[in-house]
């Protein structure tokens, strides 16, 4: 069975900071792996995502995720966050064994402060 | 991009009561549209997947009595929950897959804005 696990339930930095987020993995067969953003009461907002090719995925507002396969993690990056990036972030798996339905990490809060 | 939408936004009900929220592509064909329920600070806890024109395949321990899902026709899926309790009450989005040729996990979910339900 596939999983997701988002160690941290939040994460604080500095505005102008580099931001991690970490997110690390299991499932059998290919990773389908993605990022998405959540603002308060609403719907999720999709940021990258990982299906094969370079391991450094580049998706919206400035935000990167690098796939490494040895470590089966896929963490979020951004060299230098604002505080408009303050919001939950999840990190997903589409596993083909089940139809590429998302299984989603519990979530990290990400909290950027001025 | 691709839009999704949810009517209503928020709802109120009484205990007891049915609540209907609809689940819109609006400017796509979707194949399939999952339901999400999420909990205050935790994370999506899938429901159910429904095909346009077939029944919804709901996940274990989700009571398909309790949460009418119907997929009438590419664009709308419904999310009826029936006599409403309060243990109810929590944060409902749904998401829809585009139709398109090829492997479905190039094609990216779009997600609703969510629906708010309270029961009283």
């Known amino acids: 069975a596939q999983s997701v696990a988002q160690p941290e339930d939040q994460v604080n930095v500095a505005e102008g900071n580099p931001l991690t987020v970490k997110c690390t993995y299991s499932?059998?067969?290919?990773?389908?792996l993605f990022w998405y953003v959540q603002y308060p009461n609403r719907g999720l907002q999709f940021l990258l995502k990982?299906?094969?090719?370079?391991?450094l995925v580049k998706g919206s507002y400035g935000f990167e995720a690098e796939f490494n396969k040895s470590q089966t993690s896929f963490h979020l990056k951004k060299p230098s966050a604002l505080v408009s990036d303050s919001a939950l972030y999840f990190c997903a798996v589409s596993p083909e064994e089940r139809s590429y339905i998302p299984t989603f990490g519990r979530g990290t809060s990400l909290i950027v402060h001025p | 991009g691709a839009v999704v939408s949810q009517h209503p936004s928020w709802v109120i009900c009484k205990s007891g009561t049915s609540v209907k929220i609809e689940c819109r592509s609006l400017d796509f064909q979707a194949t399939t549209m999952f339901w999400y329920r999420q909990f205050p600070k935790q994370s999506l806890m899938l429901m159910a997947t429904?095909?346009?024109?077939?029944?919804?395949?709901?996940e274990q321990g989700v009571e398909k009595d309790k949460f009418l899902i119907n997929h009438a026709s590419l664009t709308l899926s419904t999310l009826t929950v029936t006599s409403a309790h309060p243990e109810d009450s929590s944060f409902y989005i749904c998401?829809?897959?585009?139709?398109?040729?090829?492997?479905?996990?190039?094609?990216?979910?779009?997600f609703g804005p969510g629906t708010r339900l309270t029961v009283l």
């Open positions: 998401s829809a897959r585009r139709r398109t040729s090829g492997s479905p996990v190039y094609n990216e979910q779009f």
């Open positions: 990982y299906i094969t090719g370079d391991n």
């Open positions: 429904s095909n346009e024109g077939s029944k919804a395949t709901y």
């Open positions: 499932v059998s067969g290919n990773p389908y």
